[in-house]
């Protein structure tokens, strides 16, 4: 069974450009998270789909990040204009139903923006 | 607010046995994840416990207290590749959202001794 998938893996971009980063979740799984880790913090909840509703998405930053989840399959996380914070690692997880099952996360998509 | 406090960092010999420990203050508790993670991977699920007790998986072993607010992770027979972060996770959240968030401590880095 293929894990969670992210890409890209690593992206540069400069302050003021757009980048779209892509999760294909684990197959089955309804629930699909993004996170964030930037430079010495800790691991940071952005949202949380059920199939391709937004459940939760508290930790979202600010309006500059949208993510989507068109048919509940993949989910594209857009930055859009970038800033010099938004670099760290951002990171998908998914799980299948409800509480108590396992979250598996992906490698991540590092980001840089200078 | 939510905190969870873990040591930054530890060292171990192989074939020793090392406990990290795991204190948290949060909003809500539904389980507590150890999750191992290798320099640019993915974090690696070990543990899941959201019953006080402990919970044994070969070498690695989670215990929780619900009261206290504490947990840890015990690692026996210590490898070299047993060298990464562990990072310690609280699940919280609403029903309707599933209590499927994680809050995340900063992660310990173990390093492994010959």
């Known amino acids: 069974e293929a894990g969670v998938t992210q890409f890209p893996s690593h992206s540069v971009i400069e302050k003021g450009q757009t980048v779209t980063l892509r999760c294909d979740p684990i197959s089955g799984h309804d629930n699909l998270y993004w996170y964030r880790r930037v430079m010495g913090k800790e691991i940071k909840f952005l949202l949380h789909f059920v199939k391709e509703s937004k459940q939760d998405e508290s930790g979202m930053p600010n309006n500059r990040f949208l993510a989507e989840r068109t048919g509940g399959t993949y989910s594209t996380l857009k930055v859009q204009p970038a800033e010099l914070e938004d670099s760290g690692v951002y990171f998908c997880?998914?799980?299948?139903?409800?509480?108590?099952?396992?979250?598996?996360f992906g490698e991540g998509s590092w980001l840089t923006v200078v | 607010g939510q905190n969870i406090d873990q040591p930054t960092e530890m060292t171990a010999t192989e074939g020793a046995i090392v406990q990290i420990n795991c204190t948290y203050q949060?909003?809500?508790?539904?389980?507590l994840f150890w999750y191992q993670q290798h320099a640019g991977e993915a974090p690696t699920f070990l543990s899941y416990n959201v019953l006080d007790g402990l919970e044994e998986k070969g070498r690695f072993s989670s215990f929780l207290s619900r009261s206290k607010g504490y947990s840890y992770l015990l690692l026996k027979e210590l490898q070299m590749k047993d060298s990464a972060s562990y990072l310690c996770?609280?699940?919280?959240?609403?029903?309707?959202?599933?209590?499927?968030?994680?809050?995340f401590g900063a992660g310990t880095r173990l390093a492994v001794h010959p």
């Open positions: 997880a998914s799980s299948r139903g409800t509480a108590g099952n396992t979250i598996y």
């Open positions: 949060t909003s809500g508790f539904n389980g």
């Open positions: 996770a609280v699940r919280i959240g609403t029903r309707a959202g599933g209590y499927n968030k994680l809050i």
